[in-house]
């Protein structure tokens, strides 16, 4: 069984940067794709950033439109963990950000989620 360990929230002032950590257990993706995503109170969970791989596959990365020039998604493979590096950060970057990953690196459903980690982003 997969289990994703998110790291990394906090309280930060706006402008300022949060790293967030998703560790992976229980499975090493040689491919797949990992994401993230987040959930502010009163609104549905949204997309933020994906990475994904595969054998002669050259990585691909993505982001939502809001967090492009600010979010950088990466991984790091012998530690099958996922980084989500947020600068210039916005109160309206406050949510609870979840990661994911897919066993599959074509589009598609996520296969696994992790708890949550909170960001908090005041003004």
């Known amino acids: 069984q997969v289990q994703l360990v998110e790291s990394g929230g906090g309280l930060v002032q706006a402008g300022g940067s949060l790293r967030l950590s998703c560790a992976a257990s229980?499975?090493?993706?040689?491919?797949?794709?990992m994401g993230w995503f987040r959930q502010a109170p009163g609104k549905e969970r949204e997309f933020v950033a994906t990475i994904s791989w595969g054998s002669g596959i050259t990585s691909y990365v993505d982001y939502r439109d809001s967090v492009k020039a600010r979010f950088t998604i990466s991984r790091d493979n012998a530690k099958n963990t996922v980084y989500l590096q947020m600068n210039s950060l916005k109160p309206e970057d406050t949510a609870v950000y979840y990661c994911?990953?897919?066993?599959?690196?074509?589009?598609?459903?996520?296969?696994?989620w992790g708890q949550g980690t909170q960001v908090t982003v005041s003004s």
């Open positions: 229980g499975r090493t993706f040689s491919s797949g794709a």
């Open positions: 994911a990953a897919r066993i599959s690196w074509a589009p598609g459903p996520y296969d696994y």
